[in-house]
């Protein structure tokens, strides 16, 4: 099989023939129909994360069709269409049972399979897998990372819901559930942002404020139902935020980019009572302030969102019939499709803000 090999963090990356071993229990081996480019694997690459690995097959957000099943797995057979989760959860631990799935204590060091070893190997070398590592043809992932969907379900738009779709929908409906008629403001509208901005569509919420510095991005958010556009590099958008909302700003607000003054703002932007939800993930190192004050005397939270914080095995299979229904978007987010020989093209566009969302094509 193929993959784009990251050999050293900062250059680009090196398609190769990978050996892939067999799946060993518990452990799935999936073919893969298409993935996705995200900012994750870009800040991998680049190693603006100080937790990046090399070497190593990037990739978080993908979806194909199961080859084989290793011994003990009960969920899956070859031929099942499956989206690939990128986070591994145990189902025993106390998070994992009481509903929150995202904060397992119980996953398997970052970079290797739960035991300790990868699965792919280049002229002899041990690669690492960056989360699920969906940058190649074929890839092993333990069987809580492969969730079955339904036949229909074109493979290559359900890609997208294994990363940015899940995780900026799931940010507004199951981290801030944001109800019906109140406000929401969503900073970054990337493809994480985009997809909070259909969240709050789903939702209700209004006003709907869409926060930015590109006309092009706000004008495509307010076609996903965003009601506002602010253009950061324009005007003041806690100023802004707070003309919309009566002055108070708004009741919910989304930080889907990493960014540390638009975090700075969204928190600015959060009315009192209300709560302020970061997504994005700076660099390592930088820090936010918040007043105290803010805190106690005007209730306001601050919160961070996982994933989306999905319990993945219910909300793919939500995410692909609301799809199926005609009320998620997923068709106009993708604006540019690669062969695997082109993920350095595809991070250095999505770096440049040229793509809504890349996507590499396998078959
Ligand atoms: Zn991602
Ligand atoms: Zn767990």
Redesign the pocket.
Known sequence: MRAAVLWRIGEPMVVEDVELEDPKEGEVHVRLAASGVCHSCVHAADGSWDWAIAPAVLGDEGAGVVERVGPGVSSLKPGDHVIISWSP?????R??VTGR?QL???RPPFGYMADGTTRMRVRGESILHFGPATYATEMIVPESCAVKIRDDMPLDKAALIGCAVTTGVGAVINTARVPSGASLAIFGTGGIGLNAIQGGRLCGAYPLIAVDVADNKLEFAQSLGATHAVNGSREDPVQAIRALTAGRGAEYTVVAVGNIQAMQQAWDATAPGGTCVVIGAPPSEQRIQVDPMHLYRDEKRLTGSRYGSARVHDDFARLVDLYLAGKLELDRLVTKRYPLEEVNEAHRALVAGENMRGMLIFQ
Request: hydrophobic letters at 20%; a positive charge; proline letters at 9%.
């Open positions: 959860v145990c189902w025993r631990c998070y994992c799935p397992c204590e119980r």
